[in-house]
């Protein structure tokens, strides 16, 4: 049995969106404690290192255009971000 590509892409979509929207409305029920911002600011710093160290490490054994296209997509944190550097 083969799940059509066009149908696993949804998916991926859907459960993308699904979590993004659901985290969303828990932290808009929540208050804003320094938990929260220690999280943010956990995320932001992890989206920013992970395709550069990502780039550097793949640089080594593939060109710049292409090592930049992988570190970006598996660096990515939104799906529109992930959808981007896919079609790149």
């Known amino acids: 049995m083969e799940i059509p590509a066009s149908t696993s892409k949804f998916i991926s979509l859907y459960l993308l969106f ?3 929207f659901k985290g ?18 956990f995320g ?3 989206s920013s290192l992970v395709p550069l160290y990502t780039f550097f490490i ?6 710049a255009s292409n090592s930049a296209a992988v570190a970006a997509t598996y660096g990515s944190v939104s799906a529109v971000t992930f959808v981007s550097a896919a079609a790149f």
Do not use: F, N, P
Not at 58 to 63: D, I, V, Y
């Open 24 to 41: 969303g409305q828990e932290l808009a029920h929540s208050e804003i404690t320094a938990e929260i911002w220690y999280s943010i600011l």
């Open 18 to 20: 699904s979590i993004g």
């Open 44 to 46: 932001l710093a992890l």
């Open 58 to 63: 793949l640089k080594r054994r593939m060109s």
